[in-house]
């Protein structure tokens, strides 16, 4: 039994359990509003408490509000006492505060050592960013193997490129359809027919990565697809994947209506080319976090991207059919800006051991630990970046009323 508590629940003396969860939901709602010394205070009055997680809970908000006050020893110090209590449900949040006050503060074998600790405790949908964190901490403490291991660790949550697979077993099957018999239907239906796209069958903006001119073409498209398509949809999920694939599609189909031949075009190289001008962009601004194998691809993209706009500049016809240069630039084109507007949804070096600012009307205890990637995994990007997104299916309606009066 506790003693009667204070009309003040700051007043000196004992706090029943009802006021002290008031008292912490209080000293939430003040570190949320930025008022960071009277959330300090709140949160100080509540340390000591029986229960380890309360006590938690507090040290660790009254370290958040430190650090908002820019005492990053205090705040550090505060995590760290957390973190040696009792185990409690705070334990882990407590001790990814540490790991990333430490790597601040360039301790990165005490970091190693906190996310170890963190890692042990941590839920399952924290555990491959968490295993990551640790693989880049050890790589650069010169531990290449334990780097590995980690790396792997972090990897086998993010599942296979399902999308990139999808897109390439559906373009397979048809262009070998359409190399068939059923060629004499299927072709003129998905191909970009210009005249067709001007009376409004708009299906053809798309349906032109489905079939190619050639067996050669086929394998080359897919090939390249296969190289960076992963690597995409790794960045950005698979939903994102496909939009962009669809959009970068979209707009090569615009650009070789408008600035194109008029005879029908066909083919994944427009899209797969948007795919690159995204890597480019991402690689420039957003520095994602990528494996040895991304790496390696990402270090090619550029190279790759100007030896085919080369190829295609300097030859008048490849793969038994000219090549369709307008596609190839307005979906890379339509990449670019995209890579630039549309952050990955994966970490980037950018904001990988930054401290997330506390979002608003939230509290510490809903907002991510410290140190955790700048957009968390399956965030929606801002609406600020979805209107700039919009540009690329705007510029391509916009291509389409300038090529339409042409026909």
Request: with cysteine; glycine share 12%; proline share 7%.
């Amino acid at each position: 039994m506790t003693g009667p508590t204070s009309s003040d629940p700051l007043a000196p003396g004992p706090l029943d359990r009802a006021t002290a969860a008031a008292l912490l939901a209080r000293a939430d709602e003040l570190l949320a509003l930025g008022e960071y010394q009277a959330a300090r205070a709140a949160y100080g009055r509540l340390v000591g408490m029986p229960d380890p997680g309360l006590t938690a809970a507090a040290l660790v908000g009254a370290g958040e509000a430190l650090f908002r006050l820019d005492d990053d020893e205090g705040a550090r110090q505060c995590w760290e006492q957390a973190a040696r209590l009792p185990e409690n449900p705070i334990t882990y949040r407590a001790w990814r505060q540490v790991a990333a006050a430490r790597v601040r503060d360039r301790d990165l074998r005490g970091a190693r050592d906190a996310y170890r600790e963190a890692e042990r405790r941590a839920p399952a949908a924290d555990r491959a960013e968490i295993a990551s964190r640790l693989g880049w901490l050890n790589k650069e403490l010169g531990d290449e193997r334990a780097a590995g291991r980690w790396f792997s660790r972090s990897r086998a949550d993010e599942g296979s490129p399902r999308a990139t697979y999808a897109i390439l077993g559906i373009t397979v099957a048809v262009s070998l359809l359409a190399f068939g018999p059923a060629g004499n239907v299927l072709l003129p239906a998905l191909w970009l027919d210009k005249p067709g796209l001007a009376q409004g069958e708009l299906w053809r903006l798309v349906t032109p990565v489905l079939v190619h001119g050639s067996l050669m073409h086929l394998l080359f498209n897919m090939y390249f697809l296969f190289l960076v398509g992963p690597l995409v949809e790794q960045l950005y999920g698979s939903g994102r994947f496909v939009l962009l694939y669809v959009l970068t599609a979209a707009a090569a189909s615009a650009a070789s209506f408008t600035f194109g031949g008029a005879a029908p075009s066909v083919g994944a190289s427009g899209a797969i080319f948007g795919l690159c001008g995204v890597l480019v962009t991402v690689s420039l601004v957003h520095r994602p976090v990528l494996d040895r194998r991304g790496r390696a691809i990402m270090s090619q993209i550029g190279f790759l991207v100007l030896l085919n706009l080369a190829i295609g500049f300097g030859f008048g016809a490849l793969f038994g059919a000219p090549i369709d240069n307008a596609a190839h630039v307005g979906g890379l084109l339509a990449g670019l800006w995209l890579g630039l507007v549309m952050p990955p949804i994966r970490s980037t070096l950018a904001s990988y051991w930054q401290q997330p600012p506390l979002p608003p009307g939230g509290a510490p205890g809903a907002a991510p630990a410290a140190g955790s990637a700048g957009i968390a995994l399956g965030r929606l990007p801002a609406a600020a970046s979805w209107l700039a997104v919009a540009a690329v299916p705007l510029a391509t309606g916009v291509l389409l009323v300038i090529g339409g009066a042409s026909f």
